[in-house]
């Protein structure tokens, strides 16, 4: 059974969002005295932040689950073997991500009307997201 939207949205928050924006704040103020340094800088920041945190994501990834797919109930799996991926395909699945970032946003919701519940990401790794009962 694909995985609802708003969980897979949830989990995404979890394990790239909020510790992205919570790194880069900190950084920023530890570097420059205030959260949102702007510019070039704040740009730099947010990038290296983004990465750390799907980097930490991947490398949590376990049975085709990272941390916030695991409180999330969810797995991450190969269109079609169905088995679980592994971390380093994760990762991969992480960093084409950027596909539905550079689209606006609308890879991520492309699951809401796609057959196979696929965001951009998942279409590039060849991945589905499945609600782990």
């Known amino acids: 059974m694909f995985a609802l939207w708003l969980r897979r949205a949830a989990a995404y928050f979890l394990r790239i969002v909020l510790p992205t924006s919570l790194m880069s704040q900190l950084i920023g103020t530890l570097l420059f005295g205030r959260s949102s340094p702007g510019g070039t800088a704040e740009t730099w920041i947010d990038c290296l932040c983004l990465l750390s945190c799907g980097i930490v994501s991947a490398l949590s990834t376990r049975n085709g689950q990272s941390w916030g797919h695991r ?12 088995m679980p991926i592994s971390g380093s395909r994760m990762g991969l699945r992480e960093f084409a991500h950027l596909a539905d970032i550079v689209s606006l946003g609308i890879g991520f919701f492309w699951p809401l009307w796609d057959g196979r519940g696929q965001t951009f990401a998942d279409k590039i790794a060849k991945t589905m997201v499945i609600a782990k009962i």
Not at 72 to 80: C, E, G, N
């Open 71 to 82: 409180i999330m109930r969810l797995q991450v799996v190969d269109q079609d073997s169905g």
